[in-house]
């Protein structure tokens, strides 16, 4: 159950062509998990491509987990996201990633005239950067803890079995963690949802209002 399905967007598709498009102007590196790649260093915006792996995308101060980037994933390309030089992101598993500054590699976009792939593109993530603001300023817990659920549940499997649901809201809300343990306690015994050792494993029926 999830919000929508990424991958069956004509948008998502469009991300695809224009990452196989620019691959092949890009060098891959092995990244081992934990490391921290800035979409703002040496003075100037960077771009990454991430081929495979699990990567999540921060807040710098704070820490606040705004996104797992799904394969195959551009960011940094459209210098929205990279105007924010708090940014960064971390790999959660072995991943391959290519290193490009964003002024290169929009010099090869305007050289292969990528620009309709790269509009599409840029649709796609801000659209999703928006929906994800929309409900993290819902009007009430439940609300924030209900979108991070079905978002959960859309994650990758190695992922969200090593993540409890209780950490994975924490890092990406500013709830407490009596508010959140409060709410998932709530929904279990309710049959809402099924957690093993906190562990996200089902979403059954989750209410608009609860």
Known sequence: ???????????????????????????????????????????GPYCYLIRSGICKLHHGPDEILINTMYVPSIIGIGGVLTANRALFLQTHTRAEIATV????????????????????????????????????NSPT???????????LMDEPTEFRDNISAVQYIQQKTRLSRSSIMKILSQLKQGGVVKLENGILKEVCHLPLKY
Request: aromatic letters at 14%; glycine letters at 2%.
């Open 1 to 43: 159950m999830s919000i929508q399905d990424h991958h069956a967007t004509d948008d998502f598709a469009a991300t695809v062509e224009l990452f196989e498009q620019l691959s092949p102007y890009a060098t891959f590196d092995d990244v081992l998990p934990g490391n921290r790649l800035y979409l703002f260093k040496e003075g």
């Open 101 to 136: 500054t964003t002024h290169e590699i929009r010099q090869i976009i305007a050289r292969l005239n990528l620009w309709e792939l790269l509009s599409r593109h840029i649709y796609r993530v801000t659209n999703r950067f928006f929906m994800l603001s929309s409900y993290l």
């Open 141 to 151: 817990a439940y609300e924030i803890l209900r979108f991070q659920l079905l978002e």
